[in-house]
């Protein structure tokens, strides 16, 4: 062995592993999704100390939770774009692991910052939307590319804030797939959003963010 392979750190798959994921997530910007996220969770504990009327109480959290799903969609976009396909088997695992990490993450934030305060819903209703949303997301970034990825939980958020309005001013818009609109314990709006979530994670496991690289 020579004294430059002695010095060298000892290395290994799960060392290699750990590298790999370090990197992957800082191609995708992990660190500023976080923050973005935890902004509209330290929002969400600011404005429920406040008195809403019912229809701002469903839609304040809405709007917060369609932020934190274009977060986790645009986080997914690459810097590398199609080359970055041919790097390995584990790219797939990677984005996947990456999406469900900023998913769980927000899961938890939003959660923690309704703790003591009036969530119209409860927490059921944040995780069931905050899902659907993001699953909305990916989708966009697999068909129109992370960068536009925020475009889907937008473009929902509008539909959804008017099937709310129509909860007071008829009529009521009742499709389970604007389950923002439906009570939180509706299984039919509980599966739609289920669904689109299983699709976003599939396509964007599968498929990856539709960029180009770079410059």
Same mark, same amino acid.
């Given at each position: 062995m020579t004294p430059a392979a002695a010095g060298r750190p000892p290395t290994g798959p799960g060392r290699a592993g750990l590298r790999l994921a370090r990197l992957h997530l800082t191609s995708r910007r992990f660190p500023v999704a976080l923050a973005a996220i935890a902004v509209c969770?330290?929002? @969400?504990?600011?404005?429920?100390?406040?008195? *809403?009327?019912?229809? $701002?109480?469903?839609? @304040? =959290?809405l709007i917060l939770e369609a932020g934190c799903a274009a977060a986790i969609a645009v986080a997914s976009a690459s810097p590398f774009g199609e080359p970055e396909r041919a790097t390995g088997r584990w790219l797939p695992l990677l984005r996947l692991g990456t999406a469900l990490a900023l998913t769980a993450g927000a899961?938890?934030? !939003?959660? &923690?910052?309704g703790i003591g305060g009036h969530l119209a819903g409860g927490t059921l209703d944040v995780l069931r939307n905050l899902a659907g949303l993001t699953g909305l997301g990916l989708l966009c970034?697999? !068909?129109?590319?992370?960068?536009?990825? *925020?475009? $889907? =939980?937008?473009?929902y958020l509008m539909i959804a804030i008017y099937a709310l309005y129509t909860q007071w001013h008829g009529p009521a818009l009742t499709t389970p797939w604007i389950w923002p609109a439906r009570p939180a314990h509706d299984v039919g709006a509980l599966l739609c959003a289920g669904l689109v979530f299983i699709g976003g994670?599939?396509? &964007?496991?599968?498929? $990856?963010?539709?960029?180009a690289p770079d410059g």
């Amino acid at each position: 062995m020579t004294p430059a392979a002695a010095g060298r750190p000892p290395t290994g798959p799960g060392r290699a592993g750990l590298r790999l994921a370090r990197l992957h997530l800082t191609s995708r910007r992990f660190p500023v999704a976080l923050a973005a996220i935890a902004v509209c969770a330290a929002v @969400l504990r600011i404005a429920l100390h406040r008195q *809403w009327d019912a229809y $701002g109480a469903r839609q @304040l =959290p809405l709007i917060l939770e369609a932020g934190c799903a274009a977060a986790i969609a645009v986080a997914s976009a690459s810097p590398f774009g199609e080359p970055e396909r041919a790097t390995g088997r584990w790219l797939p695992l990677l984005r996947l692991g990456t999406a469900l990490a900023l998913t769980a993450g927000a899961a938890g934030a !939003l959660t &923690i910052a309704g703790i003591g305060g009036h969530l119209a819903g409860g927490t059921l209703d944040v995780l069931r939307n905050l899902a659907g949303l993001t699953g909305l997301g990916l989708l966009c970034a697999v !068909l129109l590319g992370g960068t536009l990825a *925020w475009s $889907g =939980p937008t473009a929902y958020l509008m539909i959804a804030i008017y099937a709310l309005y129509t909860q007071w001013h008829g009529p009521a818009l009742t499709t389970p797939w604007i389950w923002p609109a439906r009570p939180a314990h509706d299984v039919g709006a509980l599966l739609c959003a289920g669904l689109v979530f299983i699709g976003g994670l599939t396509a &964007i496991a599968l498929r $990856g963010a539709r960029d180009a690289p770079d410059g």
